[in-house]
């Protein structure tokens, strides 16, 4: 047994030193971009290349690895099993390239270098924004890219390295094994409609009694859709039967001010609206509220210098302005 290790060892060892030493960065562009398009011609088209030579490349790549990366189908090419994991170590690995030419261009013009953010949107009305205006001030040629999405997108960003930081929720307790977590702060979610709509003047509602309304509601998976399809279960109520899904708040309380349609969503999101009397808050009380959000990390990696200061100024911003107004967060998971 001890041999047969030692000889796996020494093999796998060879192995990546073929890596190392016979991958090109051009090859590894060349698998992101195929990956992704899953056609040859476009492949070519957006890489500038001619067809045979990414044909070339890609017959190159397998060479190294000794492994077929695509099948060839009717409308074009799909990753084999083995493929899509090349495909994304291809993609993880042109991002870093992508972060790593952004920062030493920032840093020799004077700045601070990058920082790839990813926000939920909950966090996006109040937390975020005053974070990212101490960010800047102390440090304002940094460069910022933000990414606002749901809490499943986030984290698979964040896997795939096209962020560094996030500000999200953890749904899952098998996530923290791959994700490190720190709970930041929570609130109501708040069930709203428009002014006009029958139901604004209602003073007591269940949710049973929207079951056969319209609703706006967020894709499958999402935390938000998680709870209200787990809410309506506890009142015996089983799946929605009409509902228009867009993972988009911008489109959420745009169609819900327009229509008669339902929507649920945090309250940060919700409470200018309805402060300024363009939508109400239902009566409505929720038998389950989101988990809390906070700083998710890939787990064992230690933050960038940029992450580490804006995790800080979260923490800061999080402790004394919102945390009156907010629920406390509970016992940190990871």
Same mark, same amino acid.
């Given at each position: 047994?001890?041999?047969? #290790?030692?000889?796996? @060892?020494?093999?796998?060892?060879?192995?990546?030193?073929?890596?190392?030493?016979? +991958?090109?960065?051009?090859?590894?562009?060349?698998?992101?971009? !195929?990956?992704?398009?899953?056609?040859?011609?476009?492949?070519?088209?957006?890489?500038?290349?001619?067809?045979?030579?990414?044909?070339?490349?890609?017959?190159?790549?397998?060479?190294?690895?000794?492994?077929?990366?695509?099948?060839?189908?009717?409308?074009?090419?799909?990753?084999?099993?083995?493929?899509?994991?090349?495909?994304?170590?291809?993609?993880?690995?042109?991002?870093?390239?992508?972060?790593?030419?952004?920062?030493?261009?920032?840093?020799?013009?004077?700045?601070?270098?990058?920082?790839?953010?990813?926000?939920?949107?909950?966090?996006?009305?109040? !937390?975020?924004?005053?974070?990212?205006?101490?960010?800047?001030?102390?440090?304002?040629?940094?460069?910022?890219?933000?990414?606002?999405?749901?809490?499943?997108?986030?984290?698979? @960003?964040?896997?795939?390295?096209?962020?560094?930081?996030?500000?999200? *929720?953890?749904?899952?307790?098998?996530?923290?094994?791959?994700?490190?977590?720190?709970?930041?702060?929570?609130?109501?979610?708040?069930?709203?409609?428009?002014?006009?709509?029958?139901?604004?003047? *209602?003073?007591?509602?269940?949710?049973?009694?929207?079951?056969?309304?319209?609703?706006?509601? $967020?894709?499958?998976?999402?935390? !938000? *859709?998680? /709870?209200?399809?787990?809410?309506?279960?506890?009142?015996?109520?089983?799946?929605?039967?009409?509902?228009?899904?867009?993972?988009?708040?911008? @489109?959420?309380?745009?169609?819900?001010? #327009?229509?008669? +349609?339902?929507?649920?969503?945090?309250?940060?999101?919700?409470?200018?609206?309805?402060? @300024?009397?363009?939508?109400?808050? /239902?009566?409505?009380?929720?038998?389950? $509220?989101?988990?809390?959000?906070?700083?998710?990390?890939?787990?064992?990696?230690?933050?960038?210098?940029?992450?580490?200061?804006?995790? $800080?100024?979260?923490?800061?911003?999080?402790?004394?302005?919102?945390?009156?107004?907010?629920?406390?967060?509970?016992? $940190?998971?990871?």
């Amino acid at each position: 047994m001890v041999i047969f #290790h030692c000889v796996m @060892a020494a093999i796998m060892d060879q192995f990546t030193t073929d890596i190392l030493l016979r +991958m090109r960065a051009k090859q590894l562009l060349v698998l992101e971009v !195929l990956g992704r398009v899953e056609s040859m011609r476009a492949a070519a088209d957006e890489l500038n290349m001619t067809q045979p030579a990414v044909t070339k490349i890609v017959q190159e790549v397998e060479k190294i690895l000794d492994v077929q990366l695509f099948e060839r189908r009717s409308t074009g090419v799909v990753p084999t099993p083995i493929g899509r994991s090349v495909v994304d170590f291809a993609r993880s690995t042109v991002s870093d390239v992508e972060r790593f030419s952004g920062l030493v261009t920032n840093l020799k013009l004077g700045g601070y270098g990058n920082l790839s953010l990813g926000v939920l949107m909950a966090a996006m009305p109040s !937390l975020v924004p005053r974070a990212l205006s101490e960010l800047k001030t102390l440090r304002p040629l940094m460069t910022i890219h933000l990414v606002a999405a749901t809490s499943d997108q986030l984290l698979e @960003a964040l896997s795939q390295r096209t962020v560094d930081i996030a500000v999200a *929720r953890l749904t899952d307790p098998a996530q923290s094994a791959a994700f490190s977590f720190e709970p930041l702060l929570n609130e109501e979610t708040w069930v709203f409609v428009r002014k006009e709509h029958p139901l604004a003047k *209602r003073e007591h509602l269940s949710l049973a009694e929207l079951f056969d309304e319209s609703w706006v509601l $967020q894709p499958p998976m999402s935390p !938000l *859709r998680n /709870l209200l399809q787990a809410a309506f279960a506890d009142v015996g109520c089983g799946a929605l039967p009409n509902w228009i899904e867009t993972m988009s708040i911008y @489109a959420t309380l745009k169609i819900v001010g #327009h229509t008669n +349609m339902i929507a649920a969503l945090p309250r940060t999101i919700v409470e200018e609206p309805v402060d @300024a009397g363009e939508l109400v808050r /239902l009566p409505v009380t929720l038998s389950r $509220q989101l988990v809390d959000y906070g700083i998710v990390t890939r787990r064992g990696e230690e933050l960038d210098e940029n992450s580490k200061l804006f995790a $800080q100024v979260l923490r800061e911003i999080a402790q004394t302005e919102f945390a009156a107004g907010l629920r406390s967060p509970s016992p $940190q998971i990871g």
